[in-house]
């Protein structure tokens, strides 16, 4: 019996799977690190030891470990994107803004360590610093969607003012101080949100919205 | 004519006066160094020594250790923000108490955002500073009270700590240093932001 000789593109394929799912683990183990220890950044022998695997692994596959956050980050941006469905924009203006203050506080929930990490250590690394714009001008993106039927009625400036006070009200650390200094529970954050949004908006216009009533989303100005 | 030996009272007076002189201007050097340098490490006691013009030692003749210095640091900068930015026309109409009330908030904004993001990050794991956050915070919420205590006065709870809540997260030092760093604006263009959104958000000033 002759054995049979495994292609060289399967064994490729394999090996880049399995390194694969290691970096996996890795970014997985320092997001898991991040938490416990944020703001504090976790050390190479820290998420080695976490993941199950040499230090040399972590930096076989990431160069440093400012390398690896924006792994991280670019890993948790993808897992908030997937609980975002372009569907919850319609709605009336209550449930938009219900939909999106509850959504925006389990976001905020769950990625507060990692935040905390993030903007803190951004100092160190362009690439972080581009990473904490990003997830801020997505957040605009998403307000922008939820809200376009009030925000169209608003001149151009005045609706990207009204975004930058929109993004401070629902930023993490707002979400946080809800929480840690005010003593609000989950439920009592949102309605605070919710209440706040309802007075900040522009009334909604009347009708159906057509494609033609919105202007071009205009990106606001980044440093 | 026989020379009167000096006070000891008044000697120790002028050595401690001079002593506290010192320290304050090690203070101010630590916060301008946080200023001139907001992406960099936090000072090293080299840096400070040399920026205040004292040496190493004389820093920790007066500050046990770094963190000790931090707490004074956020001390100074408390008394100094209740020092420029006392209330001014609270009794006045609507637009000029939310004008007031936003200029001094943003002066303290600009004044003090390098030394906040040290102590944030410090405070974590320190309870004398998580004190000093919490009492910054604190004194923001009760200016904010009392500037717009009649619009306040109108809302039934939990609306009335809703909206405290919402203030304060739009006019969070944060949100300043994004307006003025990463958009650009300008001091004025910012509080006029902050000025509309605040006009928004409070109901009807009610009638006398």
Request: hydrophobic share 40%.
């Amino acid at each position: 019996m002759t054995k049979r000789s495994i292609p060289k593109s399967s064994k490729v394929d394999g090996r880049r799977l399995r390194s694969e799912r290691t970096k996996q683990l890795i970014i997985e183990a320092y997001l898991a690190l991040a938490s416990e220890k944020s703001p504090q950044v976790p050390t190479a022998a820290q998420i080695a030891e976490r993941a199950g695997y040499s230090v040399r692994s972590v930096f076989e596959r990431f160069p440093d470990i400012h390398g690896l956050q924006v792994a991280a980050v670019d890993h948790a941006m993808v897992q908030v994107a997937a609980l975002a469905p372009s569907s919850d924009t319609d709605g009336d203006r209550q449930t938009r803004i219900r939909t999106q203050v509850e959504k925006r506080g389990r976001t905020c929930e769950r990625w507060l360590p990692l935040w905390r990490s993030l903007v803190v250590n951004q100092g160190e690394s362009a690439e972080l610093r581009q990473r904490v714009v990003g997830l801020r001008e997505r957040l605009v993106g998403r307000l922008e969607s939820m809200y376009a039927p009030e925000l169209s009625t608003l001149p151009d400036g005045e609706r990207r003012h009204l975004l930058i006070v929109l993004e401070s009200l629902v930023d993490v650390e707002s979400w946080a101080r809800m929480q840690e200094f005010f003593g609000l529970s989950f439920d009592e954050s949102c309605a605070a949100w919710a209440q706040a949004i309802d007075r900040l908006l522009p009334p909604t216009p009347a009708g159906p919205l057509t494609a033609g009533s919105l202007t071009p989303a205009s990106s606001l100005p980044t440093g | 004519m026989s020379k009167s030996p000096a006070s000891k009272p008044a000697r120790i007076d002028g050595r401690r006066l001079r002593s506290e002189r010192t320290k304050q201007l090690i203070i101010e050097a630590y916060i301008a160094l946080l200023r001139e340098n907001p992406e960099l490490p936090v000072p090293t006691a080299a840096q400070i020594a040399q920026r205040a013009g004292y040496s190493v030692r004389s820093i920790f003749e007066r500050f046990p250790d770094l963190n000790k210095l931090r707490i004074a640091a956020a001390d100074y900068s408390l008394a100094q923000a209740a020092a420029l930015a006392p209330a001014r026309h609270v009794d006045g109409d609507r637009a000029t108490r939310i004008r007031s009330q936003i200029e001094t908030r943003a002066g303290t904004c600009e004044r003090g955002i390098a030394l906040w993001r040290v102590l944030l990050f410090s405070a974590a794991e320190d309870e004398d500073l998580k004190l000093r956050v919490r009492i910054s915070r604190d004194r923001t919420i009760e200016r904010m009270e009392l500037m717009y205590r009649p619009e306040l006065q109108a809302l039934p709870e939990p609306a009335r700590k809703y909206m405290l809540v919402a203030l304060e997260a739009i006019t969070d030092i944060e949100s300043w240093a994004r307006m003025r760093e990463q958009h650009g604006l300008t001091f004025e263009e910012a509080c006029a932001i902050w000025a509309r959104a605040i006009d928004r958000m409070l109901p009807p000033t009610p009638t006398a």
